[in-house]
């Protein structure tokens, strides 16, 4: 599993991805870090791939918000 692994997502504009901004584990302490399957399947959805999942990740993560 990774860990604090550092990416660089560039070209967001063609992609309506909302830049400037760093991504970190969802809620508090103790909730669970967010798998690089859910950055992968929100970007298949982004260039027309309908998959309902990718690996672990069952919902695509945000990258509008």
Known sequence: AEKNLPVLLAGGKNLQIKPGR???????????????????????????????????AKEPLDLLS
């Open 22 to 56: 760093v991504i970190r584990r969802r809620g508090g302490e103790g909730s669970r870090d967010i798998s690089m399957s859910e950055l992968h399947l929100a970007m298949l959805r982004r260039i027309g791939v309908q998959r309902e999942r990718f690996a672990d």
